[in-house]
């Protein structure tokens, strides 16, 4: 006859000698725990116990967090995260995540494991900056768990993931803004360049741009799109954020090379085998730029012009840095950008901001008399 623990109504030691606790959880299912140390049994208890007071319990302690990063893609994620931001999260968690623990069972999971994840990513040469993305990715990711009741505390929250490096972003100066732009001025894509220098857009809000959103008379365009390439296809998606979804008033330079530029589309589609897409750029026949033919482009008229070699999201750094040094507002550099805050405006280009600083320290000065 079994025997149970005096004070411990639901502990018992059975006849095969082991002391044996259960627990029923919400869903009707029991949970058994078994060992030859009553001890063990009786803090597993009073664990499961609080669960279940919580509220909390594991619905399926043996899933792997293979086969549940998997599921939180494509349950989760698909519907709810940017085609782009899910293909980043797939690759993340397919090269970086399941290779170094998809094994270990989901509700095993500890901190240990993932700082040691991080501390390798950073052994082989991944930068800080990536390194946080990939456990931010994984934090993430277990907060969903968390909500699901498949995990009663997300590890990953006790991990101190690296600080990324600030680097400066590489700019160009006025003078050599101009003698780009001047080099360019009769090429065929010449406009794309403009708007990069004049208004500091995306790539692919550049590339995505309908001529339905671009108003010359008025002088404005409306950013309510993106050319992105999904899965090797060019597809048109929304902007980032609701941030970047804004108008632009448009330079007197830029608004000239535009008018140039839709002069020369106008005749080319009168070009047989033209494709209307509705796009401001397109190629000879009309469809879409792909982002690769156009960087190869800009790098071509980097050497032509014999320039410091750039990225095109660098023309957007520098649109922002010429006009913080001419003391324009960051809050109005953010809008035009379409950064989410102007706080990451300000964190961005703080090289340019603090010592702008010193135009209070001298008006306090002027203020107070001293020479």
């Known amino acids: 006859m079994a025997r149970r623990s005096k004070g411990e109504g639901s502990i018992y030691k059975a006849k095969s000698g082991f002391w044996t606790g259960a627990v029923t959880l919400p869903n009707g299912k029991r949970k058994v725990k078994r060992s030859k140390v009553q001890g063990v049994v009786k803090d597993w208890l009073i664990t499961e116990r609080k669960k279940l007071s919580d509220g909390i319990f594991a619905a399926d302690?043996?899933?792997?967090?293979?086969?549940?990063?998997?599921?939180?893609?494509?349950e989760y994620c698909r519907r709810t995260l940017r085609v782009t931001t899910?293909?980043?999260?797939?690759?993340?968690?397919?090269?970086?995540?399941?290779?170094?623990?998809?094994?270990?069972?989901?509700?095993?999971?500890?901190a240990d494991q993932i700082n040691h994840l991080l501390s390798k990513k950073l052994e082989v040469g991944l930068s800080n900056r990536f390194v946080e993305y990939i456990h931010g990715i994984l934090k993430r990711s277990l907060n969903v768990a968390l909500k699901w009741g498949l995990l009663t505390k997300n590890p990953a929250t006790m991990v101190t993931p690296p600080k990324p490096v600030y680097q400066i972003p590489k700019t160009w100066s006025m003078d050599e803004v101009k003698l780009f732009l001047e080099v360019l001025k009769d090429d065929r894509w010449a406009a794309i360049y403009y708007l990069g220098c004049g208004t500091g857009m995306r790539k692919g809000e550049v590339l995505g741009l309908p001529i339905s959103a671009l108003d010359l008379d008025k002088?404005?365009?409306?950013?309510?799109?993106?050319?992105?390439?999904?899965?090797?296809?060019?597809?048109?998606?929304k902007p980032k954020t609701q941030k970047s979804r804004r108008m632009i008033v448009l330079p007197d330079f830029v608004k000239e090379a535009l008018r140039i530029h839709?002069?020369?589309?106008?005749?080319?589609?009168?070009?047989?085998?033209?494709?209307?897409s509705g796009l401001v750029?397109?190629?000879?026949?009309?469809?879409?730029?792909?982002?690769?033919?156009?960087?190869?482009?800009?790098?071509?008229?980097?050497?032509?012009?014999g320039l410091p070699e750039i990225r095109f999201h660098d023309l957007r750094h520098t649109t922002a840095s010429l006009l913080l040094e001419k003391n324009v507002h960051p809050k109005i550099v953010s809008e035009l950008l379409g950064h989410s805050t102007v706080t990451l405006t300000l964190n961005t280009y703080s090289h340019i901001i603090n010592p702008i600083n010193k135009v209070a320290s001298k008006e306090m000065d002027d203020m107070f008399g001293v020479a």
């Open 281 to 305: 750029f397109t190629s000879d026949l009309g469809t879409p730029i792909f982002p690769r033919n156009m960087v190869r482009h800009f790098k071509s008229k980097l050497q032509q012009a």
């Open 262 to 276: 839709l002069l020369r589309r106008q005749m080319l589609s009168q070009v047989v085998g033209w494709k209307e």
């Open 219 to 237: 002088g404005y365009l409306m950013v309510i799109q993106t050319l992105q390439l999904v899965n090797g296809k060019l597809t048109l998606l």
């Open 61 to 74: 302690d043996k899933i792997t967090l293979s086969s549940y990063l998997r599921r939180y893609l494509e």
């Open 86 to 110: 899910f293909q980043g999260y797939t690759q993340v968690i397919e090269a970086h995540i399941i290779p170094e623990l998809g094994n270990v069972k989901l509700s095993q999971l500890r």
